[in-house]
């Protein structure tokens, strides 16, 4: 009978790491739109200055992302 592939305690903390990042990005999100959306006076009063905001915040946060589910991905159990 075959052995189950296990992940190594290395892949195991890479993934762990990019479920954790996971959670805080959506967690960033909410609590950007929450504060943002109390702003009255500026260029991020607009609608649109406050989704252009939120994009570039998940544009970085995305990169974060994808390199730790590159590296959970590459750690992954064989």
Known sequence: MDAKPTRTPGGKLALWLFYGFCLY???AMLRYFW???DVTGGEMASLGGKLLGA??????LGTVAALLGGLAWYTRAR
Do not use: D, P
């Not at 994009?55 to 970085?60: K, P, R």
């Open 25 to 27: 990005t959506f967690w």
């Open 35 to 37: 504060v943002v959306s």
């Open 55 to 60: 994009l570039m915040g998940f544009l970085v």
